[in-house]
């Protein structure tokens, strides 16, 4: 029976998620436990191309560019079967590696000396990731055993739950990227501003205007207008809190630099998860420039209510008069479907019927339109 996974290589591996590059200070821990080298986490593995994405503890930069650039492709232990610890020696004798692997073979006895490697692959299913973990031992070294298996064995479960949270933080990141890269196309600024004026959350365009003091500005980590809005600003988000009626709503127009204005509206919104646990109410705060369109869109609907986009674009056909039979036909879903995610929509809304629903959402899009 494996002894229990230590505590250090547990710390090791979540802290490890967070650090630049992740993953090394784990296979740094790894290699004590199993008493290996080379350990090595490929992220994405090489293709023509590509030349993916390894974390290794190997010091050799010419050893992994000659992996990546074309032999990671030759190795026997590359798409071993899922979550399974396979090692490379009970796979292959010696001579059958060098045989049926030679240019592999001699690529591990040249920059490495390795005698076996163990591993596994182990998948993360919302993401599609394929996470591939290698650790080998060199020659004068002992092959890898039943115990070492146990004891990779004894780690996937912390595996599995690390290279979740990876997946899920390195898509996050992705997201980003492209709100960064389509920043200029986003027409709604959206943040959360809590009871001491600080804002918690920001999306791209609002971060933009913040940084540029365009209208709206942090002043000791707290959001201010800029110019003649600022007591109109306060004033707004003081009456909100003063009420704390999630159905409350503030409008006002703030004069930006150059002669433009900013359409605000402002509503009473729950403490999100993840918040600060000091932080018991929220305001989200939406600007949009005055003179953009005045059509009820996804985006608007999406930033408004919190919406997913399936729910915002059932939501504008609607609000265009389309009955709730003919989306469903047009969209290729069943009525219950439809219904269901009709009933989300009332819920975020605040509404419990379609007219009001309507009458709701073009009332709060006149109010970020400033009419």
């Known amino acids: 029976m494996a002894k229990p996974v230590p505590p250090t290589l547990i710390q090791a591996l979540f802290d490890s998620l967070l650090a630049s590059p992740p993953w090394l200070d784990f296979l740094k821990a790894l290699e004590d436990w199993l008493d290996g080298h080379h350990a090595t986490m490929v992220v994405r593995k090489p293709r023509p191309g590509d030349p993916g994405t390894l974390i290794s503890t ?15 492709s030759e190795s026997p232990i590359l798409d071993i079967p899922p979550n399974q610890v396979h090692i490379l020696r009970e796979m292959l004798s010696e001579h059958e590696l060098a045989s049926q692997y030679s240019r592999f073979f001699t690529y ?17 299913p919302e993401t599609g990731m394929v996470f591939r973990l290698r650790c080998a031992r060199l020659k004068g070294q002992a092959n890898f055993s039943g115990s070492d298996r146990d004891k990779v064995e004894a780690l ?23 709100s960064e890269a389509t920043i200029g196309q986003l027409t709604i600024g959206s943040l959360v501003v809590d009871e001491r004026g600080q804002v918690l959350m920001t999306n791209p365009l609002a971060e933009r205007a913040l940084e540029t003091r365009d209208g709206l500005l942090l002043h000791q980590d707290r959001l201010v207008a800029t110019g003649a809005g600022k007591a109109a600003l306060q004033h707004a988000l003081s009456r909100l809190f003063d009420h704390r009626d999630p159905l409350d709503s503030e409008a006002l127009q703030l004069t930006r630099p150059g002669g433009r204005r900013w359409n605000l509206l402002m509503r009473c919104t729950a403490a999100r998860p993840g918040m600060d646990e000091r932080v018991s109410r929220t305001v989200l705060v939406l600007f949009r420039d005055a003179a953009g369109t005045r059509e009820v869109n996804e985006e608007l609907l999406m930033e408004l209510f919190g919406l997913t986009r399936a729910e915002a674009v059932l939501t504008k056909r609607l609000v265009e008069g389309e009955s709730l039979a003919e989306i469903s036909d047009s969209l290729g879903r069943s009525r219950h479907t439809t219904r269901a995610q009709l009933a989300a929509i009332f819920s975020k809304t605040g509404t419990n019927r379609q007219p009001q629903l309507v009458s709701h959402v073009l009332r709060a899009a006149q109010q970020m339109w400033g009419e």
Do not use: C, H
Not at 158 to 164: E, F, K, S, V
């Open 156 to 178: 996937m479960p912390w595996l599995r739950t690390a290279i979740g949270l990876y997946a899920r933080l390195a898509r996050k990141d992705y997201q980003l990227s492209i």
């Open 108 to 124: 591990i006895q040249e920059y490495g000396a390795t005698e076996d490697i163990i591993g596994i692959n182990l998948e993360e």
């Open 58 to 72: 190997q010091s050799n930069t010419i050893a992994l560019t000659v992996l990546q650039d074309g032999m990671f």
